[in-house]
């Protein structure tokens, strides 16, 4: 019997780790494309090798850096849609996999890139992470001091709007408050799942 797929996605620093984390103590299986999209270009994978041949000046000392590669590619758009030709393919097949070799009755599929990348259509219902640009900046360049303000917000701006994310996803967890706010919306959102996923 296929899982039921609830899709959750944000843009970065909207809170996608802390509800995902949540809903994996809650009990659900997580399948999470950020996970993947390392594991697919992990020492000794083909995906490792792709990127040397297409990108050796992000490769130090024989190993990939991501922090390299996130600022070519974020001042690069061209080079931004090659790198996502050689990972795209390899994180989609890897979650396929995943999904169908699963026994649990949810996967809640971590993607970021929701619907920039088509990944909805794996979805039986999508859940979005929102908040407001100026509190994502400040989260971004907190947990991560090599992330410049002018950084964190090319990324932000190289991602699909969070108007437009709440508009095509099914529920919205507004992640502006609290972390006790934040909480209260996903035990709320729990129960919705359990409640989706036995009339699916």
């Known amino acids: 019997m296929k899982p039921f797929v609830v899709g959750l996605t944000g843009g970065i620093a909207s809170g996608k780790s802390a509800v995902s984390n949540r809903l994996g103590e809650l009990g659900f299986e997580i399948v999470d494309t950020d996970v993947i999209s390392r594991e697919v270009i992990a020492p000794g994978t083909q995906g490792e090798k792709l990127l040397k041949t297409m990108f050796p000046f992000a490769f130090v000392d024989g190993k990939f850096d991501r922090k390299i590669m996130r600022e070519a590619t974020f001042s690069d758009e061209n080079l931004r849609e090659k790198l996502n ?26 993607v970021p890139l929701m619907f920039e990348t088509g990944s909805e259509k794996q979805c039986d219902f999508v859940v979005t992470v929102s908040a407001d640009e100026k509190t994502r900046i400040n989260r971004v360049m907190e947990r ?14 190289s991602q699909m709007s969070d108007s437009e994310r709440n ?3 099914d529920k919205i967890i507004y ?9 209260a919306q996903v035990e709320e959102l729990y129960y919705e799942i359990k409640r989706r996923a036995s009339e699916n």
Do not use: Y
């Not at 992640?175 to 909480?183: A, K, V």
């Open 175 to 183: 992640n502006d408050g609290t972390r006790g706010e934040l909480d």
């Open 144 to 157: 991560n001091n090599s992330i410049t303000e002018e950084i964190a917000k090319a990324i932000i701006a």
């Open 85 to 110: 030709a050689i990972t795209h393919p390899l994180i989609f097949n890897a979650v396929n996999n995943r999904i169908q070799n699963s026994s649990a009755p949810i996967i809640i599929l971590v």
């Open 167 to 169: 508009a095509r996803a």
